[in-house]
Each structure stands twice: as structure tokens, then as C-alpha cells.
């Protein structure tokens, strides 16, 4: 699941957002605590607070003071939102360039879709 390149913490506050997209997560559910995701995922407690850090500055999650971390209402949909750009401001410029290098029509990409 790790990635060299990307900071771990990110890559984890990632796949908390892949559980929520997924809906292995739903709006006001309660996601591990920091202790139970770091045991989970065999990093550092600090690793693990950082990545609910993140989480809840992103407004995907929010605290509820003695009870935990839950997942915020329209979280699902700003996960998508975001990743939706992501997708068109970094994925879709390779994808056409490659398209392009590989003279790969939008046809072909269709039907292997449709397969």
C-alpha cells in the first residue's frame, strides 16, 4: 500500500478517504481512534495523529470530544470533488499526452472501456 514518494501520513489519510468513498465509513460514523489506526497500520502514534490532523482540517472528519473521530456530513462528496479535479488538472493531461505519443483515438479508449 506505501508509496516512497508520498509522505505516509498523506497515504493513510488517503485511504481513510478511500474507506469513506467506498462507504466502508458513513457520515457521523466513528473511524478508529489515533492508538487503534497506528496499531492498525503499524506506524508511530504521531504518524497516525497527523494523518487525523489532515483529515479534519479537510472537513472529511471532525471530533466529538471523550467519543473519537467521526466522519462529517458531505464528506463522501468533497472527497469526490477533490479527487475529481486531481483528476482532471494531473491524470487526464498524461493520459492525452500519452494518447497522443501512442496515437490512441478517444474510440479506442471507449470500447476498451466498454470491454
Not at 494523518?51 to 467519543?67: A, F, H, P, Q, W
Amino acid at each position: 500500500m506505501l508509496k516512497d514518494n508520498t509522505p505516509i501520513f498523506i497515504q493513510l489519510a488517503d485511504k481513510i478517504a478511500d474507506d469513506i468513498l467506498e462507504g466502508i465509513f458513513k457520515e457521523d460514523e466513528r473511524i478508529p481512534s489515533v492508538r487503534e489506526f497506528a496499531a492498525q497500520y503499524e506506524v508511530n502514534v504521531n504518524t497516525a495523529l497527523k494523518t487525523i490532523e489532515r483529515l479534519s482540517v479537510n472537513n472529511i472528519i471532525y471530533n466529538k470530544r471523550g467519543m473519537g473521530y467521526f466522519v462529517n456530513k458531505g464528506a463522501k462528496e468533497e472527497i469526490a470533488k477533490v479527487r475529481k479535479q486531481d483528476f482532471f488538472d494531473n491524470f487526464l493531461p498524461l493520459l492525452k499526452r500519452n494518447m497522443q505519443q501512442l496515437n490512441i483515438s478517444i474510440e479506442e479508449i471507449n470500447k476498451k472501456l466498454k470491454d
